[in-house]
């Protein structure tokens, strides 16, 4: 299991449109992009891969989400509670 915390916060606190700095498809540009859709959520606490193109996050406030992404250029995202 890879650990994501750090990719995660960095996408939660970047700016709207910010470019992701990791290599496409990457377990890094994946956690950007899920901390990017977390937006509005309580900070995330621990992240990490899930199975497929998914990250599963733990938020302070105690809930488990599992964000997923797929479709063209892994543009649809799917939050999951």
Known sequence: MTDLLKEVLEGYA???RTTNPYLYSSPAYLGFRAGQ???????????????GYSVRVETGGGNIITVKFSGES????????
């Not at 309580?42 to 992240?47: D, N, Q, R, Y």
Request: aromatic share 4%; proline share 8%.
């Open 74 to 81: 892994l543009r649809i995202v799917d939050i999951v509670r």
């Open 14 to 16: 970047a700016l709207p």
């Open 37 to 51: 859709a977390l937006v509005g959520f309580s900070i995330p606490k621990k992240a990490r891969m899930s199975r």
